[in-house]
């Protein structure tokens, strides 16, 4: 078993920045590709970013390529998401999950652990 907590969101104007934290406990994070994902009230929940085990390779979704960033921290079990430039359709509870695949994915049902979330809301 792996958890994941998530902190960092909050209420930011358009053109803002927010870093969202991942803390991860539990089994060995360098061992999990990591990736955020996020849902919009009535809206299927979607990928975002995602990072291999040892933070060498990252893919995104073309709507967040040049304002975010996804890193990770594999001494502190932790993955981070630096959202620059924030727009209000990025608006949505922003999800952190832990994939045994070996590689890098960004396909939903290949996360194996998630997080409860954090509120992330984006004024015009």
């Known amino acids: 078993q792996v958890q994941l907590v998530e902190s960092g969101g909050g209420l930011v104007q358009a053109g803002g920045s927010l870093r969202l934290s991942c803390a991860a406990s539990g089994r060995t994070f360098s061992n999990y590709c990591m990736g955020w994902f996020r849902q919009a009230p009535g809206k299927e929940r979607e990928f975002v970013a995602s990072?291999?085990?040892?933070?060498?390779?990252?893919r995104y979704t073309d709507s967040v390529k040049g304002r975010f960033t996804i890193s990770r921290d594999n001494a502190e079990n932790t993955v981070y998401l630096q959202m620059n430039s924030l727009k209000p359709e990025d608006t949505a509870v922003y999800y952190c999950a832990a994939s045994r695949i070996v590689s890098i994915t960004s396909t939903l049902g290949q996360y194996d652990y998630w997080g409860h979330g954090t509120q992330v809301t984006v004024s015009s």
């Open positions: 990072i291999s085990r040892g933070g060498g390779s990252t």
